[in-house]
């Protein structure tokens, strides 16, 4: 045998073992897309033939609001009120760490999206006093030890085969940049960032509830439009993008031109019935062309009672969200929102969603 015999052997073998790698990579891409009022994941419809007491699930897309999967506090002065209670110390890798560690549990309940923030949500349930929490500095640029965090949740729903509806902006956070250049700045690096990543599990949120207290009035109810046809035309149709309202509010004409799917919340809906009627004035807004509805947020529960909100969606076709905050008084392990969080499935409510989730997607 010959060298030149040895050389094409070992030139197989690379060839082999590089194969062998984009053949995994590409096993695992989870991608979402969107055909007339449901979703697939990676090409086939959601809960695929499922039926619950005579309502279609298939096409839906059950989830929950995990919003602060990276979150940090930036502000020496505030970050003390947010330690573990086993150390007193706040440490964002441990809970980002915690997060990835728990979301296979969520999906063998037939979780099969949550809702991400780059700026989080509020860790005390509302409101804000004074901590900082972006992914985005003041110019709009990227803070790597974010991105590292965010990267380590989507490659696992990658793996998972989960989505995730990722919100660029929440008021509380937003006056942390400075101008509405740096807002177009973050739209346009986090979104370019998603694009040579090639992730594909993501619906995308630019705003949380665009009719919130926003400082930069491009993230108000009024023009936030531009943001999503912004996004849109960056990503092309490879990114499915739409932003939310606060609880009760139903969605404006020039959102719902723009927007690949529609978010509402069930907040302050505190009749089963209202989430119906949200629906049905949501689908006589002039704008809408049949794009999917999705609650992404409700913080309503009574999963044992005769009506409830989760069960009026479902009745409605329209996907549901789950939110959880820690209420005063409670223990560490209540709520999904409320820093730390613990994220398992151990609280009297989420053992209560999780079950009634997984009874009706038949996970």
């Known amino acids: 045998m010959n060298k030149t015999y040895f050389l094409a ?13 984009h053949c995994s990579r590409i096993n695992n891409k989870t991608s979402v897309s969107i055909q007339g009022d449901q979703f697939y994941i990676n090409g086939e419809i959601t809960y695929k033939n499922r039926y619950w007491k005579g309502n279609k699930i298939e096409g839906l897309l059950m989830n929950s609001r995990m919003v602060q999967g990276i979150f940090d506090d930036l502000n020496p002065e505030t970050v003390k009120n947010f330690g573990y209670p086993d150390t007193q110390k706040w440490d964002a890798d441990r809970n980002t760490d ?19 923030n780059l700026q989080g949500g509020s860790p005390l349930g509302y409101g804000n006093h004074g901590w900082i929490n972006s992914t985005f500095d003041e110019k709009g640029n990227l ?32 006056q942390y940049l400075e101008d509405e250049k740096a807002i177009l700045n973050a739209t346009d690096n986090i979104t370019r960032w998603i694009q ?12 949380n509830e665009c009719n919130g207290s926003y400082d930069h009035e491009i993230l108000t109810c009024s023009r936030v439009h531009e943001l999503i046809q912004r996004v849109k035309n960056i990503g092309g ?15 404006q004409q020039n959102v719902l031109q723009v927007s690949d ?9 505190d009749e089963p019935s209202g989430i119906t009627e949200m629906v049905r004035k949501t689908k006589n807004v002039t704008g809408y062309s049949g794009q999917p509805i999705l609650f992404n947020e409700d913080d309503h529960f009574n999963f044992d009672a005769d009506d409830y909100n989760f069960k009026s969606a479902i009745e409605s076709y329209t996907s549901w969200g789950y939110f959880d905050y820690r209420m ?12 730390p969080v613990d994220w398992g499935i151990n609280s009297t409510r989420k053992k209560a969603f999780f079950k009634k989730l997984k009874e009706i997607t038949g996970y």
Do not use: C
Not at 149 to 162: K, P, V, Y
Not at 196 to 207: A, G, H, T, V
């Open 9 to 21: 052997k070992a030139l197989l073998l690379i060839i082999s073992v590089v194969s062998l790698a």
């Open 98 to 116: 915690e997060f990835v560690s728990a979301m296979e549990d969520w999906k063998e309940h037939g979780l099969l999206a949550f809702s991400l």
């Open 143 to 174: 803070r790597p030890a974010y991105i590292k965090r965010l990267t380590r949740i989507l490659d696992r729903a990658n793996e998972l085969g989960m989505v995730v509806i990722l919100g660029y902006f929440y008021f509380g956070q937003d």
């Open 196 to 207: 040579e990543k090639d992730y594909q599990n993501i619906l995308i949120e630019i705003n």
């Open 237 to 251: 149709e490879n990114l499915l993008v739409s932003t939310s309202y606060a609880g009760s509010v139903i969605p």
């Open 261 to 269: 799917y529609v978010l509402i919340h069930g907040n302050g809906v």
């Open 328 to 339: 005063s008084g409670e223990g560490f392990e209540d709520g999904f929102q409320s820093i």
